[in-house]
């Protein structure tokens, strides 16, 4: 099975501007979430999307945002990037079943905010 | 407020010993908890997970243990080996959830 795929994988974009960023899950895995990793915070949850509905929420600014496609596929945009803004962004899948609460993860997309 | 703890940011061990990775949680909704490991710029691999219905969960070289009442679990690599060198991290869920709070990792260096 092929895993996680996250493109772009590097990302240079100014201050103001918006990004969107692209997952593909594992396939049959209809859950999908977002993680942010940076130096300071570590890595931090930002959304979960489940039949593309928006199941659970991190504590991030409305800035941060996403959606699930029918065929499980997800994007997340950031909007009026900020320099804190800077950060791998990872995605990861899993089933999203009561059985399973592993989630598998992308290489993640580095985006650099200048 | 850190609710999942990893106190040791650094760890070395030889090659073909025990390697001894822990973690502390403060939330007492987790129920769910999951090791990976981390190469630079990659995602996290899943190595292992347990649920709080049990105290340990093996895996090939991989054992994870987990004590409620002391809020702690702890992974076990046998023997290790050089490939195992890498950030390794702690992660939990609570019920019904599935995001995923990280505790801040611990790099692990096995020597030949």
């Known amino acids: 099975k092929a895993g996680v795929t996250q493109t772009p994988r590097y990302l240079i974009k100014t201050r103001g501007q918006q990004v969107t960023l692209s997952c593909s899950p594992i396939?049959?895995?209809?859950?999908v979430s977002w993680y942010q990793q940076t130096p300071g915070q570590g890595l931090q949850f930002l959304f979960e999307?489940?039949?593309?509905?928006?199941?659970n929420k991190g504590n991030f600014p409305g800035r941060f945002s996403g959606r699930q496609f029918s065929n499980s596929r997800s994007e997340m945009n950031v909007s009026t990037l900020e320099l804190g803004d800077s950060a791998l962004y990872l995605c990861?899948?899993?089933?999203?079943?009561?059985?399973?609460?592993?989630?598998?993860f992308g290489p993640g997309t580095r985006l650099t905010v200048t | 407020d850190q609710q999942v703890k990893q106190n040791s940011p650094s760890l070395s061990v030889q090659e073909g010993r025990i390697s001894i990775l822990n973690c502390d949680y403060t939330?007492?909704?987790?129920?769910?908890f999951l090791w990976y490991k981390k190469y630079p710029a990659e995602g996290p691999t899943f190595l292992i997970s347990?649920?709080?219905?049990?105290d340990k969960n093996e895996d090939g070289r991989f054992t994870v243990f987990l004590n409620k009442s002391a809020k702690h679990l702890s992974l076990h690599i046998v023997p290790s080996q050089p490939g195992d060198s890498a950030v390794y991290f702690c992660?939990?869920?609570?019920?019904?959830?599935?995001?995923?709070?990280f505790g801040s990792g611990t790099r692990l260096q096995v020597q030949p």
């Open positions: 396939s049959g895995h209809r859950s």
């Open positions: 990861a899948s899993g089933p999203g079943t009561v059985e399973s609460y592993e989630q598998y």
């Open positions: 939330n007492s909704m987790f129920d769910y």
């Open positions: 992660a939990a869920s609570a019920a019904g959830r599935r995001a995923l709070t």
């Open positions: 347990i649920s709080s219905i049990k």
């Open positions: 999307y489940f039949s593309e509905t928006q199941r």
